[in-house]
């Protein structure tokens, strides 16, 4: 079954087709972040503009790319939410209107779930059950997967996203947008040892995480450097660094803390934080010491793509799950109501 992917829940307009049999045969990607860079972060009303204008031309392009046609497709898989409304539903009316001239099946997708399931497009695939760290722009949440659609969620942030503390301590230290990348560029000239970001939550039981208050110390921190005259480029790296540890330490401890809970020694980490260098590698040293398993999304899939959400949404149409012709977007979607499904 070849199925076509569609990601429009934010800034990066996502297509892919992936192929039931032969796996994923072409993606591509637009990402609105020059757009949105002058104004430091999304501007819902440009998104779906932009993502209006490159949703054909992409299809399109993704066609060629794979050597398909249109009529090759057998079913349309599109982000339906979590997201921004109409960011959303842009993807979701090009994905309706298109499976109807095609007269083949469509099914709504949610975003969380083409994060959590994309290390399933590796050649390594994790088998079920496992612990998920899904750690993105908008959520930072520790989900026990029993199967596809069967998510209990175990600990979730009480405040800010791991990648929206990134995107805030860059906007902090004047490092531009999107942060997580470059303020894990940074760390990487950050000595180690100058400053100690605490590690939250960590002596709390539970498996909840808060991220707020990193970005607070991040601020007191760089406020004391300025008032000491000390405000370099290297001072902003040594902080980077603080708060990259501090982040990947307190996953870390949150991460062996679910598996013992749920007897489990299979990890999995995705969503736009698991691209973090720092944070991989904490979380292969500790897999490595438990001698259990670890899985994450190549680089490009780790932050939004078509890629996820055609396979998420193959496996829906492969359990002949389809919905009618009317379409809704669920800006707010809990991935516990997905419903579980046997293949
Ligand atoms: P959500 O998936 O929760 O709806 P989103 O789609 O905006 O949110 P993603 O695309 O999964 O989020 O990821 C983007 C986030 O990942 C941003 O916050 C970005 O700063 C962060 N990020 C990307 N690369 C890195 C990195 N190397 N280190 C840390 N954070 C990163
Ligand atoms: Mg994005
Ligand atoms: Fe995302």
Same mark, same amino acid.
């Given at each position: 079954?070849?199925?076509?992917?569609? /990601?429009?829940?934010?800034?990066?307009?996502?297509?892919?087709?992936?192929?039931?049999?032969? &796996?994923?045969?072409?993606?591509?990607?637009?990402?609105?972040?020059?757009? @949105?860079?002058?104004?430091?972060?999304?501007?819902?009303?440009?998104?779906?503009?932009?993502?209006?204008?490159? #949703?054909?031309?992409?299809?399109?392009?993704? #066609?060629?790319?794979?050597?398909?046609?249109?009529?090759?497709?057998?079913?349309?898989?599109?982000?339906?939410?979590?997201?921004?409304?109409?960011?959303?539903?842009?993807?979701?009316?090009?994905?309706?209107?298109?499976? %109807?001239?095609?007269?083949?099946?469509?099914? +709504?997708? @949610?975003?969380?779930?083409?994060?959590?399931?994309?290390?399933?497009?590796? /050649?390594?695939?994790?088998?079920?059950?496992?612990?998920?760290?899904?750690?993105?722009?908008? @959520?930072?949440?520790?989900?026990?997967?029993?199967?596809?659609?069967?998510?209990?969620?175990? +600990?979730?942030?009480?405040?800010?996203?791991? &990648? /929206?503390?990134?995107?805030?301590?860059?906007?902090?230290?004047?490092?531009?947008?999107?942060?997580?990348?470059?303020?894990? $560029?940074?760390?990487?000239? &950050?000595?180690?040892?100058?400053?100690?970001?605490?590690?939250?939550?960590?002596?709390?039981?539970?498996?909840?995480?808060?991220?707020?208050?990193?970005?607070? %110390?991040?601020? $007191?921190?760089?406020?004391?450097?300025?008032?000491? $005259?000390?405000?370099?480029?290297?001072?902003?790296?040594?902080?980077?660094?603080? %708060?990259?540890?501090?982040?990947?330490?307190?996953?870390?401890?949150?991460?062996?803390?679910?598996?013992?809970?749920?007897?489990?020694?299979?990890?999995?980490?995705?969503?736009?934080?698991?691209?973090?260098?720092?944070?991989?590698?904490?979380?292969?040293?500790?897999?490595?010491?438990?001698? &259990?398993?670890? %899985?994450?999304?190549? #680089?490009?899939?780790?932050?939004? $793509?078509?890629?996820?959400?055609?396979?998420?949404?193959?496996?829906?149409?492969?359990?002949? /799950?389809?919905?009618?012709?009317?379409?809704?977007?669920?800006?707010?979607?809990?991935?516990?109501?997905?419903?579980?499904?046997?293949?």
């Amino acid at each position: 079954m070849l199925v076509l992917g569609i /990601e429009s829940s934010c800034d990066e307009t996502g297509i892919a087709l992936y192929d039931t049999e032969y &796996g994923l045969l072409a993606h591509e990607l637009y990402s609105q972040v020059e757009l @949105h860079a002058l104004y430091g972060g999304v501007v819902p009303e440009l998104a779906s503009r932009d993502h209006i204008r490159r #949703l054909i031309p992409l299809i399109q392009a993704t #066609l060629k790319k794979a050597d398909r046609q249109q009529s090759d497709i057998d079913g349309i898989a599109y982000t339906a939410g979590p997201g921004l409304i109409g960011a959303l539903l842009t993807g979701a009316s090009v994905a309706r209107s298109l499976a %109807f001239a095609l007269n083949i099946p469509a099914v +709504g997708v @949610h975003h969380m779930e083409g994060h959590l399931l994309a290390p399933m497009l590796e /050649e390594q695939q994790p088998e079920f059950p496992f612990i998920c760290l899904l750690v993105s722009g908008g @959520h930072s949440m520790i989900i026990r997967v029993d199967g596809i659609g069967r998510y209990k969620l175990l +600990g979730d942030t009480l405040d800010d996203a791991a &990648g /929206e503390a990134f995107d805030k301590t860059a906007k902090l230290l004047d490092l531009g947008y999107p942060g997580g990348p470059r303020v894990s $560029n940074l760390a990487l000239q &950050g000595t180690t040892d100058r400053y100690k970001f605490p590690r939250p939550m960590v002596d709390r039981p539970g498996l909840d995480m808060s991220f707020s208050g990193l970005k607070t %110390f991040t601020l $007191n921190t760089w406020q004391k450097a300025v008032k000491e $005259n000390d405000a370099t480029e290297q001072t902003k790296a040594d902080i980077c660094r603080a %708060f990259e540890l501090a982040v990947a330490d307190t996953l870390a401890i949150k991460c062996k803390r679910a598996l013992e809970q749920e007897g489990l020694n299979r990890l999995v980490v995705s969503g736009g934080v698991s691209a973090n260098r720092e944070i991989r590698e904490k979380l292969q040293a500790l897999m490595k010491k438990r001698r &259990g398993e670890v %899985f994450f999304p190549r #680089l490009e899939f780790c932050t939004d $793509n078509g890629a996820m959400i055609a396979y998420a949404g193959a496996q829906r149409l492969l359990a002949s /799950e389809e919905q009618g012709l009317d379409f809704a977007a669920t800006p707010r979607w809990s991935l516990e109501e997905l419903a579980p499904i046997s293949l």
